[in-house]
């Protein structure tokens, strides 16, 4: 009896170990897939246009890149729990916008002043997403709607119909948006840091696996203790504090400030992710998958203008990409679910 005791959970024990590493397995190869896919894609573009690998053309790249990155992690963040955030695109600009007026009356301030207002004023977006999900509930795609417009009316009533020119701010602001350290521009550093840090919360701290547990099973994380209501809450904060940054990067790569900045960005934003292997239904996916996405999106959207195809044919890619990876994510839950079944029939 006390032998059945012992190697009951040792023959119980490996399986779950072995589902893990499986569905780790799948998702690394995801984004292997994503890598795959662009090299494909810039080897042909370069044999049709030399000029698609000069270097010019890999820094507009890499700095398009940098802002929809910082992006895909806030999304990537929310979307993990189960959740969606459809006003980044409205947080980018009416943060764009604020900064911008912000640097109008005071020319001496600091980048990293700039930056640290941004983020204050996308965490305040997000806390409002934050709270109307948690206390509302209401799904979260209907709250994020909702104040993508309102944030985005907000921007055109404090613009009032005018835009904010690149000479009329600080040229050390501007500097920023194009220049390097070590031959990395700032922006491209800045979308590293975001993606490397939030990286290692998600992977390896408490906070970043309850995120994960709650996207699997919101009611099992409930009953194991963790606190759904605040993580939600914390989830849209950091959505809408990196929208805020991303702002200030917009406005610092482009100069030239109104109330559509970051107009359309959501769908952009949400496809870096999805494409990137963060499950729609929460649970799984990583924030390296999104910046994949993210590189992946910007790629083929300089593809198409250097092979000059039209750009209704970008938008049909995107949707045929969101399409396959919703499909993909829909095949893995099917065989795990099946290995479960079949799995517990044999215990």
């Not at 992690?73 to 955030?85: C, E, F, K, L, Y």
């Not at 301030?109 to 930056?115: F, G, Q």
């Not at 997000?126 to 709270?131: C, D």
């Not at 031959?183 to 990286?199: E, N, S, T």
Request: charged residues 10%.
């Amino acid at each position: 009896m006390n032998a059945t005791k012992v190697m009951s959970p040792k023959m119980s024990g490996p399986a779950p170990t072995a589902r893990r590493f499986s569905l780790g397995g799948l998702f690394r190869a995801r984004e292997a897939g994503i890598v795959l896919a662009l090299v494909a894609l810039v080897a042909f573009t370069a044999t049709q246009n030399a000029r698609f690998l000069s270097a010019q053309s890999i820094r507009d790249i890499l700095l398009g890149t940098a802002i929809l990155a910082v992006l895909a992690v806030g999304q990537a963040t929310v979307m993990i729990t189960r959740n969606i955030d459809l006003s980044v695109g409205s947080v980018l600009g009416l943060s764009a916008f604020a900064v911008g007026s912000l640097l109008q009356d005071n020319q001496g301030m600091p980048v990293i002043a700039a930056l640290v207002a941004g983020l204050a004023v996308g965490a305040a977006c997000g806390l409002v997403n934050g709270v109307l999900v948690r206390f509302g509930q209401v799904p979260a795609l209907v709250v994020t709607l909702g104040t993508l417009y309102a944030f985005r009316g907000a921007a055109y009533f404090w613009a009032g119909g005018e835009q904010i020119n690149a000479d009329e701010l600080p040229g050390h602001f501007l500097r920023f948006g194009n220049s390097s350290i070590l031959g990395i521009p700032w922006l491209v550093l800045i979308a590293v840091i975001v993606l490397v840090v939030a990286g290692v919360v998600l992977r390896n701290y408490r906070a970043g696996r309850e995120l994960y547990a709650m996207g699997s099973s919101p009611q099992a994380a409930e009953l194991a203790g963790i606190k759904v209501g605040r993580n939600t809450i914390a989830a849209f904060l950091v959505s809408g504090a990196l929208a805020g940054v991303a702002g200030v990067l917009f406005a610092a790569r482009f100069g030239t400030i109104d109330a559509a900045a970051g107009n359309g960005y959501e769908l952009n934003v949400v496809g870096a992710a999805v494409v990137g292997g963060v499950a729609v239904f929460g649970g799984s996916g990583t924030v390296w998958g999104a910046g994949l996405g993210a590189l992946l999106l910007t790629v083929i959207g300089s593809s198409l203008a250097v092979l000059d195809i039209n750009q209704f044919w970008q938008q049909a890619i995107v949707g045929a990409l969101i399409l396959l990876a919703i499909g993909a994510d829909r095949l893995v839950a099917v065989r795990v679910a099946k290995s479960l079944k079949k799995r517990d029939s044999h215990v």
